[in-house]
């Protein structure tokens, strides 16, 4: 395209431009303005691998105790998975007392955040929103007590009770995030720049 041309379509039509920029990115603040405050809580889960074995009873190197925390980081991969399976998630909304949110199975494994922050490390970090407070904070009260749950059916099998695993809770945190004025009026303008030149460019220029 024709430099001379294209610039001639933004003088012809900056008006156009301009309007559209400003209708959309006030449709973008009004649509944000009205959308509900959500909340987000966050918690974190460390698993630890018993032992009875210590350095001082024994003639060779432990490592600092490495293999019993890489016991541990597989549990941790169990506790991102147990919060991405739908029955457990249902099972943590009812348990909460708090209204199940999403009805789908795919929406139900999507609901809570979790991750690890390395592959090796046995701590878990997991969140969840609500737009109620109080309700986020007890939905990570619940995942807690239902990883716990979970925890203790895995030590069942465990023949040496030193060798338990067992996990330490975070006290849950709760936020309240901004909401989105600034990426939804940024994404707003730039969808408005768009249409306008879009039609601009395809508008016949007037015969002289």
């Known amino acids: 395209m024709n430099i001379d ?3 001639g379509a933004i003088k012809r039509s900056y008006l156009l431009i301009i309007v559209w920029i400003v209708v959309l990115v006030v449709i973008a603040l009004i649509a944000t303005w009205r959308l509900p405050q959500t909340y987000e809580a966050g918690g974190t889960a460390t698993a630890i691998h018993g032992t ?3 350095q001082a009873s024994v003639n060779y190197y432990l490592y600092d105790n490495y293999y019993s925390i890489q016991s541990g980081a597989f549990i941790a ?6 919060l991405a399976s739908p029955p457990m998630v249902a099972a943590i909304y009812k348990d909460a007392g708090v209204s199940q949110r999403d009805t789908s199975v795919k929406a139900l494994a999507k609901i809570f955040t979790s991750k690890k922050q390395s592959a090796t490390s046995n701590v878990a970090t997991y969140t969840v929103s609500d737009t109620n407070p109080d309700n986020a904070r007890r939905l990570i009260l619940s995942a807690n007590k239902s990883i716990n749950a979970q925890v203790a059916d ?13 996990i330490n809770f975070t006290e849950p945190v709760v936020v309240k995030p901004p909401k989105g004025y600034l990426i939804n009026s940024i994404v707003a303008g730039a969808l408005g720049l768009i249409f306008s030149l879009a039609i601009a460019l395809y508008r016949p220029a007037p015969r002289s």
């Open 77 to 82: 991969d169990d506790i991102v998975s147990w």
């Open 5 to 7: 041309v294209f610039v």
């Open 154 to 166: 895995i030590n069942k099998d465990q023949k040496d009770k030193a060798g338990y695993f067992s």
């Open 52 to 54: 009875d074995i210590s």
